[in-house]
């Protein structure tokens, strides 16, 4: 039995749903969901304009996982579209520790980008979201709890726009530096004889 190729795929935009013969739930692919940053404000300004509410909120997103998961789906909660920023690999580099980012920049914004909550994704090479707070202009800009005890530099930029800033509990326990210790943890063992690999 043949599979019918995937809609969408190419990052077509809306595209009838293929698992079943004949379901014409339409869905946005991942791909369609992934905006250029100098081509952002086109696409928000129309909906800003219609009274929706953006909010914004930004990372590595490096191996994701659950937390993101939440700390995504709570930073929705706060308005009507989600845009996230993904630090491209050079920005991951030069703040993460040596080996980072495990994912590559492109792969990490398709994942993000397939998750419901997320409305549009974009990358940026910046160290810090400045530049992406002053296109996107958030009505509420979504970062983790942490920053209470951290300056955050995007501040001035969101508030001079108008707009919020709003911190969330961060998961314990969970994160991508926790799963490479576990990984580390449960597969690091030697080679194997012959100079195999151990299995992954």
């Known amino acids: 039995m043949s599979i019918p190729s995937l809609p969408g795929a190419r990052g077509e935009g809306r595209a009838r749903g293929w698992y079943h013969l004949g379901v014409t739930s339409s869905w946005t692919s991942s791909l369609a969901k992934i905006v250029p940053l100098e081509r952002l404000s086109a696409v928000l300004d129309p909906r800003r304009a219609s009274g929706e509410r953006v909010v914004l909120t930004n990372g590595a997103f490096d191996l994701l996982h659950a937390g993101h998961l939440r700390s995504l789906e709570e930073a929705r909660a706060h308005g009507d579209l989600l845009v996230v920023g993904i630090n491209s690999d050079a920005s991951v580099r030069a703040s993460k520790v040596p080996g980072r980012p495990i994912v590559p920049e492109h792969e990490r914004a398709a994942l993000v980008a397939g998750l419901a909550c997320v ?5 940026f090479d910046e160290p810090t979201a ?16 942490d920053y209470r005890v951290k300056n955050l530099p995007e501040r001035p930029v969101v508030e001079a726009h108008g707009g919020e800033i709003v911190l969330v ?3 314990v326990g969970l994160s991508t530096s926790s799963l490479v210790e576990e990984i580390a943890r449960r597969f690091g063992s030697p080679a194997l004889p012959g100079g195999d690999d151990p299995p992954i």
Do not use: F, H, Q
């Open 130 to 145: 400045e530049r992406l707070a002053d296109v996107v202009r958030p009505a509420v800009y979504v970062k983790g709890a």
């Open 169 to 171: 509990e961060l998961a």
């Open 119 to 123: 409305d549009y994704v974009t990358i």
